[in-house]
């Protein structure tokens, strides 16, 4: 007798303890603990779902704030990098034709202040950079044929291969070295060949006594616009 209550009672409290873990009450019995344990059973898996797909929302969401910030913190910098490219090489292609007339002693900010009023480039300020960046400047005097949508690099390219013409102004009472020294200024000129033009006699003014080959105080006092084409002779003569 003892036997058989010691062998039924592990079963008791097993089948008690499934029941507490499912929420069955105990005075349910039979096939109705059964079906109450697999509606249980089921009621469990469903809130686990519901847990999991609950903790998925909250994982995506967690995903996409932590992209918002990134989004923000990034777009600044990659909307900046694409203006900076399109003010240094923008498309379209080049545009109509501008001429720009440096004047001597312009600084850099201010040339690029003149290309930006022309249309040649876009930004003053990105020119600046690009030609810090880059090495460019100072830039020779004279004028320059340019054309607008440049853009900087493009720009600064033709700033650098030097004007299409110099001017060179020449006051009253110079001497010819001086006036050879203003003409030596230009990129493609030298003032030792024009000085020994201006006293060979190659090239000689109407008002030149006879016997004189210099042309020391026939010189007129004016501005003169030097092509890139041009001689020394080609100038004095001029």
Not at 29 to 44: F, L, M
Not at 166 to 175: I, M, Q
Not at 210 to 215: A, H, Q
Request: neutral net charge.
């Amino acid at each position: 007798m003892s036997d058989d209550v010691d062998d039924h009672e592990p079963d008791d409290r097993g089948d008690h303890g499934d029941d507490d873990d499912l929420d069955v009450p105990a005075w349910v019995s039979g096939a109705d603990r059964d079906a109450t344990k697999a509606e249980a059973a089921r009621a469990a898996l469903r809130s686990k779902r519901r847990a999991a797909l609950a903790e998925r929302r909250r994982h995506r969401r967690r995903v996409w704030a932590a992209f918002a910030v990134v989004a923000v913190l990034v777009l600044p910098f990659v909307v900046f990098a694409g203006w900076l490219w399109y003010e240094i090489s923008p498309p379209g292609g080049a545009g109509q034709r501008v001429s720009l007339d440096v004047q001597q002693g312009w600084s850099t900010p201010r040339i690029a202040d003149e290309l930006q009023a022309r249309g040649v480039i876009g930004s003053s300020l990105v020119f600046q950079i690009y030609a810090r960046v880059h090495g460019g400047g100072p830039f020779q005097a004279g004028i320059y044929d340019l054309r607008t949508n440049l853009g900087a690099s493009a720009a600064m390219s033709a700033l650098e291969r030097g004007a299409s013409e110099r001017r060179v102004v020449l006051p009253p009472g110079l001497t010819l070295e001086q006036i050879a020294a203003k003409v030596g200024q230009v990129r493609h000129l030298s003032g030792a060949k024009f000085l020994a033009a201006a006293r060979s006699g190659v090239v000689r003014s109407k008002y030149e006594p006879p016997g004189v080959s210099s042309l020391e105080g026939l010189t007129y006092p004016d501005t003169y616009f030097v092509s890139e084409h041009d001689t020394e002779t080609a100038v004095l003569r001029r």
